[in-house]
């Protein structure tokens, strides 16, 4: 009996070794928080299902999150009381299906994934119903947009122009600059991915955490005394696995070598 939970073990550790990518779905928990300059973060709340690769050491190497996990939501956020700093109603917002590579065990990586819905930026001394500019975060056409990466213009009484980046395990490099040749740095986390018990990229286990970032950078004319302003947005996921997936394979080595010490006692 022995011999056959020694064979079996070396079999799956083979495996392990072999460093064969393995999918698996496993279930997430996690927000999504969207901030314009130093307005009051809308965070979301969301779950569900996400697909994801990893490999024997239990290295996440992609993810794909589906359309919808985060959201929808319509809420606003409240005046500020500079009035050269607008507020933002948020209407519809909900995160599109996303893919994300080059997760952990290697140099930090990212992919891109949309926002669906429209912000409206409206002016402290102005009635917002009427006085505003409405913008999609990624619009359906175009090929840009939050999240996505590239230039996104929108045309109107007011332009709006957006430069975007996709979303990163790393720390964003874009600066924003204010007048008087002040430059600016969001204060956002960078992104991680690591496993429960230490700061490692172990992150296909129970409880193993993803922290991805991003940063646009808006100009319009509403802005009055700071031309180029942020918009940031952090999304944390906490994965929950299923026992017995393929990512968890040393927790299944670990099972058989109980079984044959337990057996090897009878």
């Not at 056409?141 to 979303?167: C, D, E, N, R, S």
């Not at 940031?232 to 026992?243: A, D, I, K, R």
């Amino acid at each position: 009996m022995r011999r056959s939970v020694i064979v079996a073990l070396v079999g799956l550790l083979a495996v392990g070794m072999a460093g064969s990518a393995d999918a698996a779905t496993l279930p997430f928990t996690g927000t999504l928080s969207v901030q314009i300059a130093t307005l009051p973060a809308l965070v979301i709340p969301g779950g569900g299902s996400a697909q994801v690769t990893g490999d024997g050491s239990l290295h996440l190497l992609s993810f794909a999150l589906p359309g919808a996990g985060f959201g929808p939501i319509t809420t606003s956020i409240p005046v500020t009381t500079n009035a050269s700093l607008p507020s933002v109603v948020f209407t519809g917002i909900q995160n599109l299906s996303g893919s994300f590579t080059a997760i952990s065990g290697g140099p930090p990586g990212g992919g891109p994934m949309g926002l669906q819905g429209v912000a409206k930026i409206c002016l402290k001394f102005t009635i917002c119903a009427f006085a505003n500019v409405t913008v999609p975060l990624t619009p359906t056409t175009g090929g840009a947009g939050f999240g996505i990466g590239g230039l996104q213009v929108v045309p109107g009484a007011v332009g709006v122009t957006m430069l975007h980046a996709p979303w990163t395990i790393g720390q964003p490099a874009m600066t924003i600059h204010t007048p008087g040749s002040t430059i600016w740095v969001p204060t956002l986390p960078g992104g991680f991915a690591h496993g429960p018990a230490s700061l490692t990229s172990s992150t296909a286990q129970a409880s193993g955490v993803v922290q991805l970032v991003t940063v646009s950078k808006v100009y319009t004319s509403l802005l009055g005394a700071f031309p180029e302003m942020p918009v940031t947005s952090v999304l944390t996921l906490h994965f929950v696995p299923e026992p017995g997936t393929l990512l968890l394979l040393g927790f299944g080595v670990a099972g058989l070598a109980a079984a044959g010490r337990r057996r090897s006692l009878h």
